[in-house]
């Protein structure tokens, strides 16, 4: 039996009141009779500390009565559901938050509040036209179609403000208002300027007299309207990082950055990787590059070096096969026993055997190319002028060489075997 119970609206919820709150009881209303095509339960309860998704901010995730995972959280209109794989009973209920998760959230949106701020202002005057949390990393966009990006040396100081303002551990207060009067709101401090009118940011669908105005204010340095959980003081968000830039299609340029807990796990990532290839190139960080160029240009060398051995080789090998096609009226093969050519040797063979036109259009002469290691096997590759040739050709490599398959007509085909054992006997065999 559904509640008479109402919601408290999105916009007014304890974990936009209380970002730290991390276990709380409160009321089920109402929980959907059977699961959704996805298997979740649409769970509504009076009020919340898990925060649903919105203004960029990634929903939370946490526990109900400690053992029912909620896997999402989602606003319609001003209402919340909270999507579990277990059905809830209406009535008290405990709720525990996904700390950690919320917390990170937290520190970026908090930490994209300030980033933005700081470019917003003198001297820089970069818009952020929107942003996005990734999973590892965020970014804002700044608007720069008609504007230069930032410069490196303008990045170095704007991450050098930000952490400056961090050690000031500046105040971070949310005003709140109620949508349909203009009356300051329980928590709301002294603002009754425009912050109170309908933000364009806010979407077309909260609509409703409960409806809730927040503005989320950096102590001196800005004001911004905002649905999301923020910190209480920038002391929270520890560092920050900026990271690197790209220009979008259309200008704008994406800024990343890394703020708080994400800091410390990038550099331990890097770290640990940095100290991987310093033992597996044997040399110190700052040589990686050096190294690594080294590398490339030692590959190129013996690429090249490589591909001229091998079409020499393959050179002798159609000589060779000119010779086997002279004495053998119908077969000649081709074996790379070493297999290192692989296809790509097949196929150069294969290319000067069209261009010195060995087959000629006899009807009842056939090419095998063979690539591999005699016990694991390799390519293959069969040739002839006629398809009908082919076929009998293909057969019988098929049944001496056992497990060989593959595909192909006009002239061609290509196949692989798990065994080269007696592959010399097809050049003995007989075609009828
Ligand atoms: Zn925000």
Request: aromatic residues 6%; charged residues 20%; contains cysteine.
């Amino acid at each position: 039996m559904p509640s008479t119970h109402t919601q408290v609206p999105v916009g007014d919820l304890h974990c936009q009141h209380d970002t730290y709150c991390k276990e709380y009881s409160t009321q089920c209303i109402s929980c959907s009779e059977k699961p959704d095509k996805k298997g979740f339960y649409q769970v509504k309860l009076i009020d919340t500390i898990l925060f649903p998704e919105g203004g960029g901010q990634p929903a939370d995730t946490g526990y109900i009565n400690d053992t029912i995972k909620v896997y999402n959280v989602q606003r319609q209109k001003l209402e919340h559901i909270h999507y579990t794989k277990e059905p809830v009973d209406v009535g008290q209920v405990k709720l525990t938050l996904d700390w950690d998760r919320r917390f990170d959230h937290v520190q970026q949106h908090s930490g994209q509040h300030l980033l933005s701020a700081i470019l917003e202002q003198a001297p820089y005057f970069l818009e952020t036209v929107g942003w996005s949390m990734k999973e590892k990393t965020s970014y804002v966009e700044l608007g720069t179609i008609n504007k230069a990006p930032p410069t490196q040396a303008q990045l170095d100081e704007v991450e050098q403000k930000i952490n400056d303002a961090i050690l000031k551990a500046v105040p971070v207060i949310c005003h709140t208002t109620s949508m349909n009067n203009n009356n300051n709101n329980n928590n709301i401090t002294d603002d009754q300027d425009d912050s109170a009118s309908r933000p364009d940011s806010l979407p077309a669908d909260y609509v409703g007299a409960e409806g809730v105005i927040r503005t989320i204010e950096i102590e001196g340095l800005d004001k911004n309207p905002c649905c999301g959980t923020h910190i209480s003081h920038l002391g929270h968000l520890q560092s920050v990082k900026l990271l690197h830039t790209e220009t979008i299609r259309g200008g704008n340029t994406r800024l990343y950055f890394v703020f708080g807990q994400r800091v410390l796990t990038n550099l331990g990532e890097l770290y640990d990787l940095s100290r991987q290839l310093t033992k597996s190139l044997s040399v110190a960080p700052h040589d990686f590059i050096d190294s690594v160029q080294r590398l490339q240009l030692q590959l190129r060398t013996q690429t090249k070096m490589v591909k001229k051995w091998q079409t020499q080789m393959a050179a002798y090998a159609v000589k060779d096969l000119q010779a086997q096609l002279a004495h053998n009226a119908f077969l000649a093969l081709v074996y790379d026993e070493e297999g290192e050519g692989g296809m790509a040797y097949l196929n150069l063979l294969c290319g000067l055997i069209k261009e010195k036109d060995l087959l000629a259009n006899d009807v009842n002469k056939a090419i095998i190319l063979a690539s591999g290691d005699r016990q694991q096997g390799g390519v293959m590759m069969v040739l002839a002028a006629d398809d009908a040739y082919l076929k009998k050709v293909v057969a019988k490599v098929t049944s001496t060489l056992e497990g060989a398959k593959g595909g192909g007509a006009r002239g061609r085909w290509s196949g692989k075997s798990p065994s080269f054992v007696g592959i010399e006997k097809l050049t003995t065999m007989t075609i009828e």
